[in-house]
C-alpha cells in the first residue's frame, strides 16, 4: 500500500505551487507592461508575454526540482551520519537529547524519562529532528514539486497576460497593475501561512516587490520605445 504523504510534504508541495504562481504572476507582469511600455503592438506584447510564461514554466520546474534534491541529498547524508553517530556513541546521543530538553525548561526527571521513551521507540527520529531538525520519514518528493510549480506558474501567467490584452490600449497598463497587485495579495497572503510568518507583513512585501519590478519594467520599456 502506498503510504500517504504527512502534513509536511503536503505543506512543502503547496508551497511549490504558491511560489510558482506568484513567480508567473511577477515574471509575465514584468515582461509584459515593459513591452507595453514601449509601445508595443497588442500582438507583440501577446508574443513576449507567452514566451515568458513558457521559458519561465520550464525554469521553475526544473528549478524546484534541483533544489528539493539538493535539499534531500543533504538530509540523507545527515542520517547516514546520524546512524554512524548511534553506532559509535549511543550514550552521546542520549546525552545530547536529554540536554536539548532540560534547555528547554523541562524538569531533570521528566527529560530524562522522555528521552528514555523516544530513544527506545526510535532513536534515529529523534537524534535527526533534535540535531537537524527534520524528520528523516519525511522527505518531500522533487517530481510533486516540480509538477506542481509547472502547473502552477502558467496559471500565475494568465492573468497580467489576458488583462494586459483584453483591456484597451489607454487603459491596459493601469488595469494589468491593479489585478496583479490584486494576485500579489493573495499569493503573499497563501505564502505567509505556509511559512507560519506575519500575513499582514507577507502582503506587503509581496505587493511592494511586484509593484516595484512592474514600475521597473515600465520604465525601461518606456525609456526604449521613446
Do not use: C, W
Not at 32 to 54: D, E, Q, T
Not at 62 to 81: H, L, P
Not at 117 to 125: A, G, K, Y
Not at 147 to 173: C, D, K, N, Y
Request: glycine share 10%; aromatic share 8%.
Amino acid at each position: 500500500m502506498q503510504q500517504k504523504k504527512s502534513l509536511a510534504q503536503k505543506v512543502n508541495v503547496m508551497r511549490a505551487a504558491v511560489m510558482g504562481a506568484n513567480d508567473g504572476i511577477l515574471s509575465v507582469a514584468g515582461i509584459v507592461i515593459g513591452v507595453a511600455g514601449a509601445n508595443a503592438s497588442s500582438y507583440g506584447v501577446f508574443i513576449s508575454g507567452l514566451a515568458g510564461m513558457l521559458a519561465g514554466t520550464v525554469s521553475m520546474a526544473m528549478g524546484e526540482y534541483v533544489s528539493v534534491n539538493t535539499q534531500k541529498d543533504a538530509q540523507k547524508k545527515a542520517v547516514i551520519e546520524q546512524k554512524s553517530a548511534l553506532r559509535l556513541d549511543y550514550q552521546g546521543e542520549f546525552n545530547y537529547v536529554k540536554q536539548r530538553y532540560l534547555k528547554q525548561g523541562i524538569k531533570e526527571e521528566l527529560a530524562e524519562k522522555a528521552t528514555r521513551e523516544m530513544m527506545e521507540h526510535d532513536p534515529l527520529v529523534t537524534t535527526v529532528r533534535e540535531h537537524y531538525g527534520f524528520n528523516p520519514q519525511e522527505f518531500t518528493n522533487p517530481y510533486a514539486a516540480a509538477l506542481a510549480s509547472m502547473i502552477a506558474f502558467p496559471l500565475g501567467s494568465i492573468l497580467p497576460l489576458v488583462a494586459i490584452l483584453v483591456f484597451s490600449s489607454e487603459t491596459r497598463i493601469a488595469a494589468t497593475f491593479i489585478a496583479v497587485v490584486l494576485a500579489l495579495m493573495i499569493t503573499g497572503y497563501g505564502a505567509a501561512v505556509l511559512g507560519g510568518s506575519n500575513p499582514k507583513r507577507g502582503i506587503l512585501r509581496n505587493v511592494l516587490s511586484g509593484m516595484l519590478t512592474m514600475l521597473v519594467t515600465y520604465g525601461i520599456g518606456t525609456l526604449i520605445g521613446r
